[in-house]
């Protein structure tokens, strides 16, 4: 059963932590595309859109994750381990980074770049989305540092 578990962990964390982590990392190349008027904007502000579309979905899919990571750590039973609480700890972080971050600024720079207003904020709503997406990706990198190396582990697993 433990490695079911951890199998589902990790594969549920590939899956879906993966996908909002690239498609939030390329987000502002379709945004830089769709700001700029000529052939390809239509197409890259489509582009944008389903960007934000997958980062929105997966990130609600995604909450398996720290699901099926409390499971597999109660199985295995270092629950109470200090690696364990670090990682459950930054996941927190990174899913309220991306749920009161990334994915709310995603859908303001869509908004600014296809409003009436046109993309004249965009830049600066870019700069502020790539370092909250940069904290998002460095926070969940960490995550997986912890889950690899279990710094103090007692299970020899």
Do not use: C, E, K
Not at 109 to 119: E, H, I, Y
Not at 139 to 150: G, N, P
């Amino acid at each position: 059963m433990r490695a079911a578990l951890l199998a589902a962990h990790v594969l549920a964390a590939i899956v879906l932590v993966g996908p909002v982590t690239v498609t939030a990392s390329v987000f502002p190349r379709y945004v830089r595309a769709a700001a700029a008027s000529g052939p390809s904007a239509t197409a890259a502000l489509a582009s944008a859109s389903a960007m934000h579309r997958v980062s929105r979905t997966y990130a609600v899919a995604a909450l398996a994750v720290p699901v099926l990571g409390v499971a597999t750590a109660g199985a295995l039973g270092v629950l109470t381990q200090g690696w364990v609480l670090v990682a459950m700890a930054l996941t927190a972080v990174a899913g309220l980074v991306l749920a009161l971050a990334v994915v709310p600024q995603q859908r303001r720079v869509l908004l600014d770049v296809a409003g009436p207003a046109g993309a004249a904020d965009v830049p600066r709503r870019l700069a502020r989305l790539a370092a909250v997406t940069g904290v998002f990706n460095l926070v969940w990198a960490v995550v997986v540092v912890l889950m690899i190396l279990r710094p103090g582990s007692t299970t020899g697993v």
